[in-house]
T-cell receptor
Framework: GQNIDQPTEMTATEGAIVQINCTYQ??????LFWYQQHAGEAPTFLSY????GLEEKGRFSSFLSRSKGYSYLLLKELQMKDSASYLC????????????FGTGTRLTVIP | SQTIHQWPATLVQPVGSPLSLECTVE??????LYWYRQAAGRGLQLLFY??????ISSEVPQNLSASRPQDRQFILSSKKLLLSDSGFYLC?????????FGEGSRLTVL
């Protein structure tokens, strides 16, 4: 089975840095994804980690520790438009490389 | 790159009525296709996936069914909708290791 946990809500200030954590327990692991989803819209891809370490892409970075079943998404220089839900998803080795999603973290950026 | 089209975008249906949501994919061939549902305040739940024409796997028992009549067409159906079927339905395609989503179909069952 799959179990993916992330905080339900977070609030941060414009210009600040925020870290969104994700822990997972899965039967087989083949990569971890982060998606951004604005209200009423489809998720859009942010990052992918399959090896341990930090992947940086502009203001967004994602970290993975496979031994700890842990990942985080780091958002720097927060902007108001970053207010959205952030979904952690794990790709399992079973099935058709299915992605299993956490419930998402709703981030609110305040002025 | 691939493009995913879903329709209808929004629909309101009475309990007991049938449902058909359609998804088509362009720009890729023989993709893995998925149907997810997102209920209000909840995460994305994988409903069905397909690795090829006529091949459907279900992740959870439910009131819904899926079909893949063509390589780039994926259909989600129900014969009789329940209130609990309300939600945001997303079709997705796995391409070069990344999952891409369609625009979504918001279903309200009254």
């Amino acid at each position: 089975g799959q179990n993916i946990d992330q905080p339900t809500e977070m609030t941060a200030t414009e210009g600040a840095i925020v870290q969104i954590n994700c822990t997972y327990q899965t039967s087989g692991f083949n990569g971890l994804f982060w998606y951004q989803q604005h209200a009423g819209e489809a998720p859009t891809f942010l990052s992918y980690n399959v090896l341990d370490g930090l992947e940086e892409k502009g203001r967004f970075s994602s970290f993975l520790s496979r031994s700890k079943g842990y990942s985080y998404l780091l958002l720097k220089e927060l902007q108001m438009k970053d207010s959205a839900s952030y979904l952690c998803a794990v790709r399992a080795r079973e099935g058709a490389n299915n992605l299993f999603f956490g419930t998402g973290t709703r981030l609110t950026v305040i002025p | 790159s691939q493009t995913i089209h879903q329709w209808p975008a929004t629909l309101v249906q009475p309990v007991g009525s049938p449902l058909s949501l359609e998804c088509t994919v362009e720009g890729t061939s023989n993709p893995n296709l998925y149907w997810y549902r997102q209920a209000a305040g909840r995460g994305l739940q994988l409903l069905f996936y397909s690795v090829g024409i006529g091949q459907i796997s279900s992740e959870v028992p439910q009131n819904l069914s899926a079909s893949r009549p063509q390589d780039r067409q994926f259909i989600l159906s129900s014969k009789k909708l329940l209130l609990s079927d309300s939600g945001f339905y997303l079709c997705a395609c796995l391409d070069t290791g990344e999952l891409f989503f369609g625009e979504g179909s918001r279903l309200t069952v009254l």
